[in-house]
């Protein structure tokens, strides 16, 4: 069962309930509560289409998100390696920096032999440039309580991805 007797009886102290996507509201509705969606949005002035200017003879992958096993870059480093090693113009682009945590985590994708561009923290214009210069975007993660923003930031620049559709990501 999803949602623990302990969990359950903590959700009785609130007057109305809100989740962050349907996975999330669907999972405390089961529970036999009320509850509504409000999933976040994406900037769209922001995350658009744009031209590719850079690494045009190169196929890039794009991984974002902060390092964490939920978001399964472990995956992605598995598999970045494999066709790196069958396809000599294979790249990848990550973004694995975020606000609360400033670890170098490109060095264990680099020690287990993937070559990456590993993108420092940026505001919201730099990244949307640097996901508009790669072909697909990776996003195998193994959860996501609410929506994956990064993932519809993405989306929003116009390209393709690869993505789990469990859990909040389905949104």
């Known amino acids: 069962e999803p949602l623990t007797a302990p969990q359950r009886e903590n959700l009785k ?14 999972v405390i509705r089961e529970a036999g509560f009320e509850c509504a969606a409000i999933p976040q949005g994406v900037d769209r002035t922001i995350f658009k289409p744009m031209p590719r200017v850079a690494l045009k003879d190169k196929f890039v992958i ?8 939920r978001k399964a870059q472990d995956l992605i480093v598995r598999a970045v390696k494999i066709l790196q090693e069958r396809h000599d113009d294979i790249m990848m682009l990550a973004s694995w920096f975020n606000i609360w945590e400033n670890a ?13 561009v590993g993108l420092p923290l940026c505001n919201h214009y730099e990244l949307a440039f ?11 993660n193994r959860c996501e309580g609410g929506t994956n923003l990064m993932l519809m930031d993405y989306m929003a620049c116009g390209k393709p991805v690869v993505a789990n559709i469990s859990t909040g990501q389905r949104d």
């Open 130 to 140: 640097h996901m508009n210069q790669t072909d697909v975007g990776l996003f195998p």
């Open 13 to 26: 102290a609130f007057d109305a309930l809100a989740a962050g996507s349907e996975w999330n509201a669907r």
């Open 104 to 116: 170098d985590h490109y060095d264990e994708a680099r020690r287990a032999g993937v070559k990456l």
């Open 62 to 69: 794009y991984s974002g998100g902060k390092w964490e096993r």
